[in-house]
């Protein structure tokens, strides 16, 4: 399966956000997150009736360098919409 979009993956501490070079979204939880992604796809009309394969890699720079072992914690997802 190929990769489509690649975001970056982030918490804020209340919400989960994504960033692309096109837009950036949030949700509460990760549903919420997905379906912003897929709104925002949809608004910007991207693989209209195909389906598109978001690559979200967790954004480990907002880590502080002390904090970074423990790394293996957090996670990257790829995510199919159909639109």
């Known amino acids: 399966m190929g990769t489509d979009m690649e975001m970056s ?12 070079d096109s837009f ?3 949700g ?3 549903a919420d997150l ?3 992604v897929a ?3 949809r608004a ?6 195909a389906p598109v394969t978001v690559a979200m890699a967790f954004d480990f720079a907002a880590f ?9 914690h ?4 790829n995510v199919t919409f159909d639109l």
């Open 9 to 20: 993956l982030g918490h804020d501490g209340t919400r989960w956000v994504a960033r692309g």
């Open 24 to 26: 950036a979204v949030s």
């Open 28 to 30: 509460r939880t990760l």
């Open 34 to 36: 997905d379906a912003e």
């Open 39 to 41: 709104d925002a796809l």
């Open 44 to 49: 910007g009309n991207c693989g209209k009736g």
């Open 64 to 72: 502080p360098v002390w904090m970074r072992q423990y790394a293996s």
């Open 74 to 77: 957090y996670f990257n997802r």
